[in-house]
């Protein structure tokens, strides 16, 4: 693939010296405006950094595809079907050492191996096959935190895989607790963290058995987790997500009243849908970030990642054994999984509307389509050696590594690379509005 180079727009025998003031400009003009448009302000270099891979980059992706400046800036990426990739997977259970043990099939003995070997084609454009230099080089001197649950985990997990092929990171975690992780690249300056936060609100398990086993919990549906509120002032991204727990029986408190429940199965207390919790649990999450005075960066909110087990519930035998991904036309989403996709929606366009009033710039991850098409991407029964005396459940809600989840890494970059665009109009949007209200 090649640059173009520009052309000025002087004639043939034409000087410099000879040109008059006003071409000069003109051309100057010309120059800038065709520039912009390719340059990055958020990120802080050109594109033409993108065209030079190190010497050592790695050899089972196409440069020149994965770091084309995206043609196609109004193309959803999130609405397609997975297409078969050959090339894939970029990385072994025996090349990363990030892989949580649950997740890591392969180890395990998953008997097969096609469910890596795809890749998300968007309707209308192409999505790149991720590229770790190109993501860092993007990243240099910036920091990205995922603040959620295990998916979340799982997701850092995943990326620190798919980095680990140009350098592995150092652990710089303030803390011994597994559940807050920071991670810096160092050659780049770039600082990856997680923090723990199933609910994004303060919560506290008041039975640790509950109605159905998996504890009850007490939620203050208004209150924050200051676990995560405290420490993402400095970050350029957090990348936010929630779901799974909020399955589990709990106690929805606002105002420190107890106002209902979800499936508590105690006299007199009204029993409220899951939604319910969900919804005010991201409203809270949104008001919080908008609230804070520092942080500048920008949220992404991960969709819902829906579960996918079959023949029954997942404490009654339900279990995820298929060996390919469905198609589009094949299963809707539906159901509670598709009402906490909307619900998350709504309350994101909320908390965005309040954002832009403080300039503070909201993102959508959208994969809950993609991901929902992967019934085959689950380790099942295969996150344990089957002898192992071990009480666990078929794990039909977190995904194998290598598999589905490495995909997120091609939406993320895609959305970095039209993020410095975006954040520069919108931008000069703000500015606009302000000097209007002076």
């Known amino acids: 693939m090649k640059l173009q180079s520009f052309e000025l727009p002087f004639g043939k025998n034409q000087t410099l010296q000879k040109t008059p003031k006003i071409l000069i400009l003109t051309a100057l003009t010309i120059i800038i405006f065709t520039v912009i448009p390719l ?7 050109t594109v033409k950094n993108f065209f030079q891979p190190p010497l050592n980059s790695y050899e089972s992706v196409t440069i020149d595809d994965s770091t084309r400046i995206p043609s196609h800036q109004k193309c959803d990426i999130f609405t397609g079907e997975w297409v078969p990739n050959p ?10 050492w990030a892989i949580h043990e649950h997740q890591n099939c392969m180890k395990y003995g998953r008997p097969d191996s096609e469910f890596m070997k795809w890749r998300w084609k968007p309707d209308g454009c192409e999505l790149p096959v991720f590229n770790p230099f190109q993501f860092l080089e993007i990243v240099r001197g910036k920091s990205l935190a995922f603040v959620g649950d295990s998916v979340g985990r799982n997701q850092m997990q995943s990326m620190i895989c798919l980095l ?34 199933p609910f994004l609100v303060k919560a506290e398990e008041a039975d640790p058995s509950g109605p159905t086993h998996t504890g009850l919990f007490n939620l203050y549906l208004d209150e924050a987790d200051d676990e995560w509120t405290t420490q993402i002032d400095d970050f350029d991204y957090i990348i936010i997500s929630a779901g799974h727990w909020f399955y589990r029986p709990a106690m929805y408190y606002e105002r420190r009243r107890l106002v209902g429940c979800r499936f508590c199965q105690l006299h007199n207390i009204t029993d409220l849908p899951k939604t319910y919790g969900y919804r005010r649990a991201f409203r809270t999450a949104f008001r919080a970030i908008n609230g804070l005075e520092n942080f500048k960066g920008v949220t992404i909110l991960r969709t819902f990642a829906p579960s996918h087990f079959e023949g029954g519930l997942w404490d009654k035998g339900g279990n995820c054994v298929r060996k390919r991904p469905w198609r589009g036309n094949e299963r809707d989403l539906e159901g509670e999984e598709l009402e906490f996709y909307m619900t998350q929606m709504e309350e994101f366009r909320v908390g965005e509307r309040e954002g832009k009033t403080r300039g503070l710039r909201f993102r959508v991850l959208d994969t809950t389509q993609a991901m929902w098409l992967r019934p085959d991407g689950h380790p099942s029964t295969y996150g344990h050696w089957p002898h192992e005396n071990v009480t666990l459940f078929n794990d039909c809600v977190h ?4 598999g589905p989840i490495d995909t997120l890494a091609d939406f993320l970059l895609e959305m970095l690379k039209r993020e410095g665009r975006r954040s520069f109009e919108e931008n000069l949007h703000f500015k606009d509005k302000k000097d209007k209200i002076r």
């Open 87 to 96: 090339d894939a997977p970029y990385y072994t259970n025996t090349t990363c």
């Open 39 to 45: 340059y990055y302000p958020l990120l802080g270099y």
């Open 399 to 402: 995904w194998c590594l290598p």
């Open 164 to 197: 680990s092929r140009v350098e592995y990171p150092i652990d710089v975690s303030y803390t011994p607790d597994e559940h807050f992780k920071r991670w810096k690249y160092t050659s780049y300056n770039f600082t990856m963290a997680s923090f723990w936060t």
